[in-house]
């Protein structure tokens, strides 16, 4: 296979993401594709192939790598340019890396996340009040009013953004920001918003430091250690990955539960746990479908194909969990199953998710507590719209029934 000569086209619009999994699988664990614009990069399509690139040294993420950018050949308006270009840790190797990582790295440690705890149930309870409001017969869209409102508030008030108003302005503007359907114009304004909302912060924060993320951020900036547009762009990174990802995951969750009653009864029934919920839920239908991008630096074998020096790889992370050469009948959502590897669905290597203790805490309490309140939940429509992202996995919402159910059905956990 040929880099130059890929098989299949990616759909921009995510409509059947499985499906597409199933016929790149199909070709080779490593396979060239296409994305919009005609850029072409190779795609894993395994669980083994997708951690031997993650923890390649061979294969960089800093796009300075990258052939095509280098020479100019990537158009600045192109739909992917967010995931591969940004000043954060996120786009950057080695020592470069660690400078912008270890400021941010102690606040979603095990240790100070479990502080989280009793602040995320206070969160997650109100939010159940709120709902427990609605009539018994209502449908609600679950993403919209528990989902999403839950880890924008955690990370917000982690960076100390204490206004509601504004926290709204960020979720509306960072969804814009991951949707492959967003035109140029459109992608370019939501960018913009951002930025001038995190101009906004760092501006009280100069004035008023509190004890925040921002504001330690800041006094690193002061300090010489990050540029301004580098404080900008680790800030933007952190409320994006602070809450898009979770809401995918707990939206997820819900989804596949109430999709697979007989499972949920495990639960109901104490066989099974929330966090085995959790876990098959990440294999299932992880919220981060791809991983972009990362850049040989120089001729690498991967599997049966050379990735040449310059070459982009994507790697595919919603199929590396339908591997069927590590998972047994991987079609199907069976929170029973033994895991036998960790789950590629926080990354590996140097790049690893720094939120997952974070992640984990909130959708480890708000999954029990809201089947807890509405034990009777329902979904209401049997199909919802998918995201149209090419790297997020999700829907764009997901109506439900509350039928707000006696106590005596309430669920243990
Ligand atoms: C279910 C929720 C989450 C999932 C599935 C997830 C997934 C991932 C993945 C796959 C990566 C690796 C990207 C790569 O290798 O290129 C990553 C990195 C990262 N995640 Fe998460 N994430 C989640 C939640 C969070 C949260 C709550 C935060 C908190 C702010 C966070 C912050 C980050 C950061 C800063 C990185 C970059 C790390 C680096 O480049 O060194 N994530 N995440």
Redo the contacts with the bound molecule.
Sequence with gaps: MDLDHPLIVLDPTSADPYGEGKRLQELGSCVPVELPQGVTAWITTDDASGREV?GHRQLAKNPEHWRAFREGRISSDWPLMALAVGQT??NRDGLD?ARL?NPVTHA?NRRPTQTYAPRIQEITEELLDELAGEPGDAVVDIKARYALPL?MRV?CELLGIDDHAVRREFGRHTSTLLLSTATPEEAGRAHAAVVALLDDLIAVKEQHPSDDLTTRLLQTHLDGQLTRSELVDSLM??VI??HD??VN?LTNAVKALLSHPEQLALVRDGGSSWEDVVQETLRYD???QR?YFRFAVCDTPLGDVVVKEGDPVIVG?ATAGRDPKVFTDPETFDITRDHPTTTL???HG??????VA??RLEVGTALPALFRRFPDLALATPDQPRLASQAMNGVQELPVRLAPGSPARALRG
């Design positions: 993650l840790m996120l890396h990582r979603f880890p990370i990174l952190l990955a602070g990802t979770t995951l992880p919220p981060v991983v992370l669905a926080f990354g140097a790049h690893y998710c720094l939120g974070l992640a």
